[in-house]
């Protein structure tokens, strides 16, 4: 996969490194001097591209007209907004993600501006601090269509409605389906006969509204 980053500061840096391990072609984009020494000694210098993200002529010495991926991460968000809707508009980049600095911006990121995915990192740790308030020892592992549907683990305690039934037994709420369970170390693949049983850990994706249902079916009764 060919994907462009638009901003090497800490978040573009680290995206890079990760991307590269998996085997992806990156291009970092970046014109701050600041950043540019730092960046010669993160990655790759065939990976750099020095200039404007925001400049069509810079994208595509970067390459866009062949990416797959552009990821417009700068801590400025009306430049941001700039590179999602060239990538997507001028150049038809498939997958076009915006980073959102000021929450209070989020509502201009849609598929309007060229955005296909925001990442709107504060509103991401205020959800993920209130999920865990409210849902105890449930963790949110993945979240799917902007929150829409998440990938959790719960573990079975064992005065829980669930613990000792089968899954056949055990009444899920709609929308919500396991996907794993793992038991002393080793992952079972779900079937109807499976007991649930003391400390086992179940992964189950569903519909975020019915999660705190799903949570009451395996934690300790209140």
Known sequence: MNVIIVGGGKTGSHLAN??????????????RPSLIE???KEIPSECLVIGDGSSPS???KAGVANANVVAAVTGNDETNLVITS???????VPRVIGRVNNPKNAWLFTSDMG?????????ILAHLVAE???????MTLLKFKRGEFSLVEEKVHELSPACGKTLRELKLPTECNIVAIIRNHEMMLPN???TFQKNDEVLALGNAKILPAFAALLAKPS
Request: hydrophobic share 45%; charged share 30%.
């Open 18 to 31: 990760l991307l590269m391990s998996d085997k992806h072609v990156v291009k970092v984009i970046d014109d």
């Open 192 to 194: 109807g006969d499976l």
């Open 115 to 123: 955005v296909d995915v925001s990442l709107n990192q504060s509103d």
């Open 86 to 92: 060239i990538a997507k508009f001028e150049f038809n």
């Open 132 to 138: 865990e308030m409210s849902l105890g020892d449930m």
């Open 58 to 60: 810079v994208l595509e």
């Open 38 to 40: 730092k960046l010669c």
